[in-house]
Nanobody
């Protein structure tokens, strides 16, 4: 059974950095696509970054050059967020899907990121 548990959220000032972590169990990175999504208050959930089962990376245009997705051998997914902006304020979710990076199946409970100006 797949379980995803996020951590690392918090409150920072604009220009600051945070690193989110997602502890994944029941996942084989060679078979799963992993991703980070976010949802701001009153907004729709949007994709932030994904890493596919071959290590291919994809980023939303709004975070390119600022955020970096990565994973380690201990089945932890990371999202390094630099130069944070108030518009990055949202609940961030870790997600997983067996196979391709479409219609993610498994979701974590989320971790809140708040960026003040």
């Amino acid at each position: 059974q797949v379980q995803l548990v996020e951590s690392g959220g918090g409150s920072v000032q604009a220009g600051g950095s945070l690193r989110l972590s997602c502890a994944a169990s029941g996942v084989n990175y060679r078979q799963y696509c992993m991703g980070w999504f976010r949802q701001a208050p009153g907004g729709k959930r949007e994709g932030v970054a994904t890493i596919d089962n071959e290590g291919g990376l994809n980023y939303a245009d709004s975070v390119k050059g600022r955020f970096t997705i990565s994973q380690d051998s201990k089945k932890t997914l990371y999202l390094q967020m630099n130069d944070l902006k108030p518009v990055d304020t949202a609940m961030y979710y870790c997600a997983a899907r067996y196979g391709s990076c479409r219609s993610f199946t498994y979701w974590g409970q989320g971790t809140q990121v708040t960026v003040s100006s």
